[in-house]
């Protein structure tokens, strides 16, 4: 199995900036479509960005020209740089991997490895 760990969160100001980390086992993102999730206080998980094997990226429209998801395959490792915080981007963001070429497919339903989570607050 992949296993993906989390970290990097913490608390921000509005208009600040985090960078979350996701090691990954194996170096399996070469293999995989990779992605962050995040789910809000009282809110459903819904997908942030993905990376798939093909390297096509793509994001939520409401953290485009903000967040930049990448990889780096000798560090095993998935990023998420996040720019320009807004409080609307509180939650507990998750990183997860499903096995896939090409491009990714966003439903959930095909993720099947997740990390644990790591909290951002902005306020």
């Known amino acids: 199995d992949v296993q993906l760990v989390e970290s990097g969160g913490g608390s921000v100001q509005v208009g600040g900036s985090l960078r979350l980390s996701c090691r990954i086992s194996?170096?399996?993102?070469?293999?995989?479509?990779m992605a962050w999730f995040r789910q809000a206080p009282g809110k459903e998980r819904e997908g942030v960005a993905y990376?798939?094997?093909?390297?096509?990226?793509m994001y939520v429209d409401s953290v485009k020209g903000r967040f930049t998801i990448s990889k780096d395959n000798a560090e095993a490792s998935l990023y998420l740089q996040m720019n320009s915080l807004k409080s609307g981007d509180t939650g507990v963001y998750y990183c997860a991997a499903y096995l896939a070429a090409g491009d990714c497919n966003s439903s959930q339903d095909n993720f099947a490895y997740w990390g644990q989570g790591t909290q951002v607050t902005v306020s």
């Open positions: 990376l798939g094997s093909s390297g096509t990226k």
């Open positions: 194996d170096n399996a993102g070469s293999r995989h479509c």
